[in-house]
């Protein structure tokens, strides 16, 4: 995807020029979440052309809710209400949950033994002791794994090329290494895990890009540890035409600075960025000044700093209709 600048100079004296951009240089979408049926009552999405289309997520559970057979009608009907509405559709694939009452693998995972339980749990390690916050798969596991790439398989059977993008889940989880360590897991083995997935992705979607959310690695924390973990990640999306990025857009918070950020900002200017502005980025508060970060402001940053290609705006209230809609109409100039 090829990035637009326009730049215009605009004579207001002698001595003295103004310097405009003129154009957006994003493709706005809006993220339902699972909450997908909105699309169909979305306004904004469905009449203007602020917006390019929906990022919709799908968990594995639903798309896969027996072994080997799978409900991908879910995603042909979004899409086709999406193409009718002269909308994009980028699907996100979830294997990944943050509180525990949600567990978005199929259950044939937990159940059969060779998967040895087919996920773990993970930890808000920001309290002491760390407390259990939802479940992830195990990416490492190579049953487990095979089982996922049956799946990006299938999608891109169905989808490639039908489907603007596929975005794979964020690389950080959160376990309880110290205290209770998992089976199996370490850290050089699940990079290699995230690179495998990747490169299944890729090789199935010939037409569809590919995006990776690579934001932290479970086992360094840049600058002070550094493994080399999420660096390999970027590198080897670099090398292989995949799109990177991820949740958040949180302008100059140190932790995204120090790691995914930074990273971001020496990606070559023909590699795509995605960036997900969601939940809990609407009611942020500043790191340079004081108050809470606006629409305005997280656009900017994501503009100009991360040099975003794509945008992905949730739809949360009453952010969305107050702020977000006004913002997309004014900086589009469309209507």
Request: glycine content about 4%; overall charge positive.
């Amino acid at each position: 995807m090829k990035r637009r600048i326009i730049a215009i100079l605009v004579f207001i004296s002698p001595s003295i020029f103004l310097f405009a951009q003129s154009t957006d240089s994003i493709d706005h979408y809006i993220y339902y979440n699972r909450d997908r049926d909105l699309i169909r009552k979305d306004t904004f999405l469905i009449r203007n052309t602020a917006v390019e289309g929906a990022q919709l997520k799908y968990t594995w559970r639903e798309l896969e809710p027996q072994e080997g057979r799978y409900n991908l009608q879910i995603i042909e009907e979004d899409l086709k209400f999406l193409k009718k509405a002269g909308k994009k559709l980028i699907i996100q694939i979830q294997d990944v949950s943050f509180a525990d009452q949600y567990i978005n693998v199929p259950k044939y995972l937990l159940e059969n033994p060779v998967y040895d339980g087919g996920i773990v749990h993970q930890y808000n390690d920001w309290v002491d002791p760390p407390k259990a916050e939802g479940w992830v798969a195990k990416r490492w596991h190579p049953l487990v794994q095979k089982q996922f790439f049956k799946l990006i398989n299938a999608l891109a059977k169905e989808f490639d090329g039908k489907i603007e993008a596929i975005t794979l889940p964020e690389t950080s989880i959160t376990l309880n290494e110290e205290n209770q360590p998992v089976e199996g897991f370490d850290y050089i083995l699940y990079r290699d895990a995230i690179i495998k997935n990747m490169a299944a992705c890729k090789k199935a979607f010939n037409k569809t890009k590919v995006i990776q959310y690579a934001n932290f690695m479970p086992g360094e924390w840049l600058p002070w540890t550094n493994k080399h973990l999420l660096d390999s990640i970027y590198h080897y999306a670099q090398l292989n035409d995949i799109g990177i990025g991820g949740p958040d857009v949180w302008p100059y918070r140190k932790g995204q600075m120090d790691n995914s950020y930074q990273l971001i900002q020496k990606c070559p200017k023909e590699m795509t960025v995605a960036m997900a502005i969601q939940y809990s980025n609407y009611t942020h508060k500043k790191q340079r000044g004081k108050g809470q970060v606006s629409v305005e402001e997280m656009y900017v940053f994501a503009r100009d700093y991360l040099k975003t290609d794509y945008l992905f705006w949730e739809i949360r209230e009453p952010f969305y209709s107050k702020d977000v809609i006004p913002y997309l109409m004014k900086v589009s100039g469309k209507k």
